[in-house]
């Protein structure tokens, strides 16, 4: 993989962009979730670990490489997300992903915690750009367990996956096109209960 051609300052914008959009929405609640963007072979940006997502600066993005280690010192001096090493399994697994988001959208962890799956074949969009939503069996937050539960289940159809009691993950090839993901998700699963409720 070539290093990305758009300059580290304009990603690390965007990252902050996106983290204020996902605090906005309501999926992520206080410090919780991260995302990331891989900017080369052996170097991923990420979101720093215990910060809203919602208040970010460039300053607070961390580097990393893909053995999970924090490669350059933080202008602030912030730790890289805990979570990062379920980012580095997705690209290992799929060496195509470029940005990975992982966060907890309300109505999508709802399923996760109740550990019912997605249905297939009821809404077209979510068909079309989510493809086969997996849902992993719970695995403990910031343990290798958590990569180890999702990795059987990237595939060449799936970029979202419900992690039991717990939140979502989405991956693509671009954090644009990951948020797009999230938010397609998560208003599916609303669409889902409000179906229910309904009859």
């Known amino acids: 993989m070539n290093r990305t051609t758009q300059p ?6 965007e990252m902050c962009d996106i983290g204020h959009n996902i605090w906005l929405r309501g999926y992520c609640a206080g410090n919780e979730g991260n995302h990331s963007v891989r900017i080369s072979d052996d170097r991923v940006l990420c979101t720093p670990t215990g910060l809203s997502k919602g208040f970010l600066t460039p300053d607070d993005i961390c580097v990393g490489d893909m053995d999970g280690k924090q490669v350059e010192p933080n202008p ?3 730790k890289r997300t805990s ?17 990975v988001i992982h966060s907890h959208p309300p109505h999508a962890t709802a399923f996760a915690i109740a550990n019912i799956p997605l249905p297939e074949g009821i809404h077209p ?18 343990t290798q367990a958590l990569p180890d539960s999702l990795t059987p289940l990237i595939g060449p159809e799936t970029n979202t996956i419900l992690m039991g009691n717990h939140g979502s993950v989405s991956f693509s090839t671009s954090l644009t096109d990951a948020y797009y993901k999230l938010e397609i998700l998560d208003a599916y699963c609303r669409l889902l209960i409000l179906t229910r409720n309904i009859g």
Do not use: C, M, N
Request: proline share 5%; hydrophobic share 40%.
């Open 8 to 13: 580290l300052w304009q990603i690390k914008r």
């Open 83 to 99: 979570e990062v090493l379920v980012h580095l399994a997705i690209y290992k697994t799929r060496p195509d992903i470029k940005a």
């Open 125 to 142: 969009e979510a068909e079309v750009f989510l493809g086969k939503v997996r849902t992993a069996r719970y695995a403990t937050p910031s």
């Open 76 to 78: 602030k001096g912030r």
